[in-house]
């Protein structure tokens, strides 16, 4: 006698991941809730997409639930290796020993890329290239003169918590949750492993029968973005909305709108970049309704900003040389570097920017400007 195995609803499923996370986890925003439900289940699909976002929980300060999100999407992802210290060499055997993809969830990730801290190149490259399907590292192995060449893959799924930022190289390939610390009106349950993770697990095997069920589907979906989003950013959502399609209910409207939240959060929050920082700056704060002004004026405005680290750019104020070398990093649209270029005052001739000058770099690099 055959048995039919009931269907199982995705939607409903998703949703009874969520309630686990809130249970556990405040995020500062509700897109985050849906983002992370989704990448949680894309984990468990991951053979059949291109690309794998990575999932960042950023905050400014300790104290703020980074861990504590690492450590539920543990219990609900497949083969998860948590880790505050590994090598790109160690990751690379990881991924490549044949037992299935992990996912790594890498905690205290600013001991690596932090201000503090000496970048580790070699896991930053990890880092990039695993995020798409493709590639991998080149290493000679073998003993003494007996080498030979071979490519190590990558690709797997990483989630990364830590104070501050991460180079752009990262950010640009990763859903970002900016974390902050709970509001004392903001409460959560309190989390024992060894009382949950079963709870958990039994999300996780449920997770991983439906993924079964929508592989095909999912493989083939071309999920279609929402208006506005962008090559770079629909590439990191292609996975999260594709899930979304295969769930139905209300989650595709969800993750949309999600993934519209958070891009748009994300491209104004200049910090990623102190050069889309400056170009922000200036146009927004410092030439504001202005064709040109004399670099001294530009200085001045730029280091009397509130919140801005122009007043201290490694223990000493921005200069005109800085700025120059900055800007001139970016190009104008006859394809020739920004530079300074005379402008003629009242006191004489000084040294200066024009807006013209910078209005390309401004709509190719710096997020829409905020409604005045």
């Not at 104290?63 to 880790?83: D, F, N, Q």
């Not at 146009?283 to 730029?302: E, N, Q, S, W, Y």
Request: proline letters at 6%.
């Amino acid at each position: 006698m055959t048995t039919t195995r009931t269907p199982i609803d995705g939607a409903a499923l998703l949703s009874e991941v969520e309630a686990f996370h809130r249970r556990f986890n405040v995020f500062p925003r509700e897109a985050a809730y849906a983002a992370v439900v989704l990448w949680d289940a894309h984990a468990h699909l991951i053979d059949c997409f291109e690309t794998t976002p990575r999932i960042a929980f950023l905050s400014p300060e300790p104290g703020s639930g980074k861990s504590r999100a690492l450590e539920i999407i543990e219990l609900l992802t497949p083969r998860p290796v948590a880790t505050v210290s590994a090598s790109a060499n160690a990751l690379y055997r990881l991924v490549g020993s044949g037992e299935g993809l992990p996912t790594v969830l890498f905690d205290e990730i600013d001991t690596v890329f932090g201000p503090k801290a000496t970048a580790d190149e070699q896991l930053r490259g990890f880092l990039n290239a695993g995020w798409r399907h493709i590639g991998g590292a080149l290493r000679c192995v073998g003993e003494g003169s007996n080498q030979n060449a071979a490519v190590f893959d990558s690709f797997c799924a990483v989630a990364l918590a830590g104070l501050g930022h991460l180079p752009d190289t990262i950010l640009t390939r990763s859903v970002i949750v900016r974390m902050r610390r709970r509001a004392r009106n903001e409460k959560v349950e309190p989390y024992r492993q060894r009382l949950h993770m079963r709870e958990g697990h039994a999300l996780r095997d449920r997770l991983a029968e439906w993924a079964d069920t929508v592989r095909d589907q999912v493989a083939e979906a071309w999920p279609e973005m929402p208006e506005g989003i962008s090559d770079r950013p629909a590439d990191v959502w292609e996975p999260l909305l594709a899930v979304a399609d295969a769930a139905g209910g209300e989650w595709p409207d969800r993750a949309r709108a999600a993934c519209v939240e958070l891009v748009a959060a994300s491209q104004g929050d200049d910090k990623g970049s102190i050069g889309i920082r400056l170009l922000t700056d200036l146009r927004d704060h410092v030439m504001v309704g202005l064709d040109r002004l004399p670099t001294v004026a530009i200085i001045d405005r730029l280091n009397a900003l509130d919140d801005a680290p122009w007043a201290d750019m490694g223990g000493r104020p921005l200069d005109s040389r800085s700025l120059s070398k900055m800007l001139r990093e970016y190009m104008t649209a006859d394809n020739t570097p920004v530079a300074a270029r005379n402008i003629r005052t009242s006191g004489g001739v000084l040294k200066g920017f024009y807006s013209a000058d910078l209005a390309d770099a401004w709509t190719r690099y710096c997020p829409p400007p905020a409604p005045r």
